[in-house]
């Protein structure tokens, strides 16, 4: 089992930032692809990015590379993701996802474990 735990959300200023952070526990982090999600009310989950287990390789939806990004920290178990320009339309629910082995994945469906997420709300 992976326990994750997210923080760092909360309430800002459009045009602001926030780092989110997802910590891990139970098993050997650095063997695990991380992802990070959003949901919004009213709307479906959305990927928002990934990490493979290293670290070297990251992927983004879209539209989202160039505010958002995605790191991690094996030695801390805890990956990170860092959200610039913050528009009112980020705000979301924001949870992280673990797969163990792997690359990159842009799926919920293809992650194990959840954590319980951190709010995130952007104001005008």
């Known amino acids: 089992q992976v326990q994750l735990v997210e923080s760092g959300g909360g309430l800002v200023q459009a045009g602001g930032s926030l780092r989110l952070s997802c910590v891990a526990s139970?098993?050997?982090?650095?063997?695990?692809?991380m992802g990070w999600f959003r949901q919004a009310p009213g709307k479906e989950r959305e990927f928002v990015s990934a990490i493979s287990p290293s670290g070297d390789s990251t992927d983004y939806v879209h539209f989202m590379e160039d505010r958002f990004a995605i790191y991690r920290d094996n030695a801390k178990n805890t990956v990170y993701l860092h959200i610039h320009s913050l528009e009112p339309k980020d705000t979301a629910h924001y949870y992280c996802?673990?797969?163990?082995?792997?690359?990159?994945?842009?799926?919920?469906?293809?992650?194990?474990?959840w954590g319980q997420g951190t709010q995130v709300t952007v104001s005008p």
């Open positions: 996802a673990a797969r163990g082995g792997g690359n990159l994945y842009t799926r919920g469906g293809e992650y194990n474990y």
């Open positions: 139970g098993r050997a982090f650095n063997n695990f692809a």
